[in-house]
């Protein structure tokens, strides 16, 4: 009985009714035969609704819902979540779908209306685009039906609740592989270096001379020339790669919906992929004021569950960042000259400076690639026309801190420091473009 009081509604069709039938109440004082005529109506609508309530409760499992969900959510990304819904009433079902979707998501609109007939089955799909990782709770799917009549009730609770990680942009890696890989970027990526014998890329067929290797004879080549033929090989060079993120307060800035911060932890993850497919050692740590999240360089089989668990767990209250800590924890930890993109922001030459002695003092035994970002609501005030004296102030103070971004990738390079000045939504594709060239020229 509960169960039966918890579930049914009165539709607003019937207050509509009842409220008619009362005005015609109101109209009997002064014309009976309204007041006789409204007394049957109200019989009538007492009846039709308890019948209305009859049908809805007389079908066991008269509606079914099936929620499909990914098994983790992709930060910053569209997410598709599927319902499929399935009407076992006799007749035409009219249906209203309120999805319990997480808090973080702020969305009290996830709202559908639908009509199915006897039997049918419907597919809805939609999409969600969380923007911070860390636990999301999706509840239950309500659903309201009402028969023909409309004017009663019954609300089914659907779906079982369910918790879902929120992981650093995954869904976009393929994306990144095509572009780092395509014939456009062959030039780029693993460092090779020739030598006789076995490695792990085949480069040619040639003639045999003397030295080298009987175990890279290719006999059917040798039979076709009528001379012996060898396989040459490409030694692809191992290199160690640290990404190393900055949970400082200069990553607190947002950028359409995204902080700075997460913007880089789902570039570590796309990098880190990348550094792997490029046969090299891939690593990564956080720090504010102290180092964090501590992931050693390898290259085995489980280095990308490793990274995307450290990286989905990264938290921080944005405190001001220890340079001086980052420095002497990486001297003592990483020991052989690796490769440390370092993902920050500096807004001001000022700021560069502070932090810039320990930099030099990385770029000793290291090649220090500084990922930083560029304020592109500059770029809108800049490209906006100043027509009052304070816009022009504002413009003038925009081209300022724009031309000081440039004076800090000039500063860098003065020092052998590299750096890439890039757009939150570019930054991505730009930290794997300069990855690759840097390992094209042999740097590291």
Not at 270 to 292: P, V
Request: net charge positive; aromatic share 12%; with cysteine.
């Amino acid at each position: 009985m509960k169960h039966f009081y918890n579930t049914l509604f009165i539709h607003k069709r019937f207050f509509y009714a009842l409220a008619t039938i009362a005005i015609l109440f109101v109209v009997g004082f002064f014309a009976p035969v309204f007041f006789e005529i409204s007394k049957v109506l109200l019989f009538v609508l007492i009846i039709l609704t308890l019948v209305d309530i009859f049908i809805l409760y007389k079908t066991k499992n008269a509606i079914t819902v099936e929620r499909y969900l990914p098994e983790r959510l992709s930060n910053g990304d569209e997410n598709k979540i599927t319902l499929e819904l399935k009407n076992n009433y006799p007749f035409e079902a009219h249906l209203s779908l309120i999805e319990e979707l997480p808090f973080q998501f702020q969305k009290r609109d996830f709202f559908f209306d639908q009509k199915l007939k006897s039997q049918q089955q419907k597919t809805i799909y939609s999409n969600v685009s969380p923007k911070e990782r860390g636990v999301y709770l999706f509840g239950h799917v309500n659903v309201y039906a009402n028969s023909p009549l409309q004017l009663a009730t019954k609300k089914y609770i659907l779906s079982e609740e369910k918790e879902l990680k929120c992981y650093p942009s995954f869904l976009k890696l393929r994306d990144f592989n095509i572009q780092a890989f395509n014939n456009s970027t062959i030039s780029y990526g693993t460092k090779k270096v020739r030598r006789i014998g076995h490695s792990l890329e085949f480069e040619q067929i040639k003639e045999y001379v003397a030295g080298d290797d009987f175990r890279t004879v290719n006999w059917k080549a040798s039979a076709k020339r009528n001379q012996l033929m060898v396989n040459q090989y490409i030694e692809e060079k191992s290199q160690t790669v640290y990404a190393i993120i900055d949970k400082g307060r200069a990553m607190q800035m947002q950028f359409n919906g995204l902080s700075l911060l997460d913007y880089a932890v789902n570039a570590t993850l796309a990098i880190s992929n990348i550094i792997l497919r490029k046969q090299d050692k891939a690593g990564m740590l956080s720090f504010s004021t102290k180092l964090e999240d501590w992931v050693v360089a390898e290259r085995r089989n489980s280095q990308m569950s490793l990274i995307s668990e450290a990286l989905h767990t990264i938290k921080t209250n944005f405190s001001e960042s220890d340079f001086g800590t980052l420095y002497a924890v990486v001297k003592r930890k990483i020991t052989h000259r690796s490769l440390l993109i370092l993902f920050t922001n500096f807004e001001t030459i000022d700021a560069l400076n502070r932090q810039l002695p320990y930099l030099r003092a990385l770029a000793k035994n290291h090649l220090v690639l500084v990922v930083f970002f560029k304020n592109t609501e500059l770029d809108t005030l800049i490209n906006a026309k100043a027509e009052t004296i304070q816009e022009v102030y504002d413009t003038i103070i925009a081209e300022k801190f724009m031309y000081e971004k440039k004076q800090i990738v000039n500063e860098l390079k003065k020092y052998g420091i590299q750096s890439v000045l890039t757009k939150p939504e570019d930054l991505t594709g730009d930290t794997i473009n300069k990855y690759l060239e840097l390992k094209s020229r042999g740097i590291f």
